[in-house]
């Protein structure tokens, strides 16, 4: 019998190293600015972007477009959800369905734009659950902490790439 949590892929320890590194930095910096700043700068979708990102840079739902758009659509759903269902005096009575509603109209919306990445229903959800009902948490923590992954993301893949090009020519004369 198969092993079914053996990887698809193999994986090289530096491969595993600097994924490891790079996921460490950002929801590491991302908690500590959380953590001592008095705003958020962190949402729990970050966990599964950092997954998607670090550890599956190649799949198609980890493409920097997707990444991008959708959490910024989903964000801005559900600080719209939020916003309205705060703005009609009902928001802890309403919230379930708020929650139902910014889930569904992001997933839509990712599918409609092509830019599906499961971590922004979160995203939609996380606005609608912790009340974010103000448009300046779109910018923080939601975007600014989708730029600083994506940026330590980009750094990693480019360094897991060149390791991989440097070791090709090795490899072939062996």
């Not at 009609?88 to 599918?111: N, V």
């Not at 939609?124 to 779109?138: K, Y």
Request: include cysteine.
């Amino acid at each position: 019998m198969d092993n079914p949590f053996r990887p698809s892929e193999k994986y090289s320890g530096t491969t595993i190293v600097i994924t490891a590194a790079a996921a460490f930095a950002a929801l590491a910096f991302l908690a500590f600015l959380d953590q001592t700043l008095s705003n958020p700068y962190l949402v729990a979708s970050f966990g599964a972007t950092a997954v998607l990102i670090y550890g599956a840079p190649k799949a198609p739902f980890s493409k920097p477009k997707n990444v991008f758009f959708g959490h910024l659509f989903s964000g801005i759903i559900g600080i719209a959800t939020a916003f309205i269902l705060v703005k009609a005096g009902c928001f802890e009575e309403w919230k379930w369905a708020g929650i139902g509603i910014a889930g569904c109209l992001a997933i839509i919306t990712m599918m409609l734009t092509g830019t599906i990445h499961p971590p922004g229903g979160a995203t939609a959800i996380t606005c609608v659950m912790s009340g974010f009902a103000s448009i300046d948490r779109l910018f923080v923590p939601i975007m600014l902490g989708v730029v600083i992954m994506m940026g330590i993301a980009y750094c990693a893949n480019y360094a897991k790439e060149r390791l991989q090009k440097e070791r090709k020519p090795q490899d072939s004369s062996s």
